[in-house]
């Protein structure tokens, strides 16, 4: 369990050093909120590489790399409520809801259910429960619980899904990785009457499947 701790400690600090870590909320989430414990048991030893690893399905952990970029360019707060597309192994819904505390919500929907049951299970092992995993369509948000504060869709997106617009508060930050299914931009949307969209940076996701994504 120590060497775990010292090999996150590690990977934190070399995500600082680069830069992609910049808050000290998105440092804290990094530290409490454990990798080793939202992968599958026969790649616990790589649990702190930086990079992506199968958790089944076809499906992936996203790379801390990347997830560290999303987080900073998210600007969660603490009581926001953050509707997530994709939520994999459940690491990232949970690093979402350390930052925005037992005030704040996260949503996060999975489209396949064992995955979903997968991410149920490893949220458990920490406890949270400001956590919500829901089985779904994503690219129809889930309405049940908006408006968002916050929005991140981690699967690649072929458009904006209307949906998502539409439940965000104005004023409110959807983060997406936009493109086709080999390549994607990461793209930071802030909505306005006029939404002031940005982009950073190249990036490679699993393709989001479903009415407003792809259609397989
Ligand atoms: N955020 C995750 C984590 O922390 O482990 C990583 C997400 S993984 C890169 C992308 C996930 O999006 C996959 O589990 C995939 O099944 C899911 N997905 C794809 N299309 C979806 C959709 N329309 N609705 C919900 N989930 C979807």
């Known amino acids: 369990m120590e060497d775990f701790f010292e090999r996150n400690k590690c990977l934190v600090e070399a995500l600082?050093?680069?830069?992609?870590?910049?808050?000290?909320?998105?440092?804290?989430?990094?530290?409490?909120?454990?990798?080793?414990?939202?992968v599958p048991e026969e790649l616990i030893d790589e649990a702190y590489v930086d990079s992506p690893l199968p958790i089944g399905s076809g499906q992936t952990i996203s790379a801390p790399h990347m997830v560290a970029i999303m987080l900073e360019l998210l600007e969660l707060k603490r009581g926001q409520k953050v509707l997530e597309v994709g939520a994999g192994s459940g690491w990232n819904a949970c690093l979402m809801a350390e930052i925005v505390g037992s005030s704040g919500k996260v949503y996060s929907?999975?489209?396949?259910?064992?995955?979903?049951?997968?991410?149920?299970?490893?949220?458990?092992?920490?406890?949270?429960?400001n956590v919500f995993i829901v089985v779904g369509d994503g690219t129809l948000g889930?309405?049940?619980?908006?408006?968002?504060?916050?929005?991140?869709?981690?699967?690649?997106?072929?458009?904006?899904?209307?949906?998502?617009?539409?439940?965000?508060?104005g004023g409110g930050i959807l983060i997406l990785p936009l493109g086709d299914r080999y390549c994607q931009k990461l793209i930071k949307l802030k909505k306005d009457r006029k939404p002031k969209i940005s982009e950073h940076g190249y990036c490679f996701f699993v393709p989001l499947i479903g009415k407003f994504g792809f259609t397989s």
């Open 142 to 169: 889930y309405p049940e619980e908006m408006p968002y504060d916050r929005i991140i869709v981690t699967a690649a997106s072929p458009k904006i899904p209307k949906p998502l617009l539409d439940q965000l508060k």
């Open 109 to 129: 929907i999975e489209r396949i259910p064992e995955i979903a049951h997968f991410a149920r299970k490893n949220v458990e092992k920490l406890g949270m429960k």
């Open 16 to 38: 600082k050093k680069e830069g992609l870590i910049k808050s000290r909320a998105v440092e804290q989430a990094f530290l409490n909120i454990p990798r080793h414990l939202f």
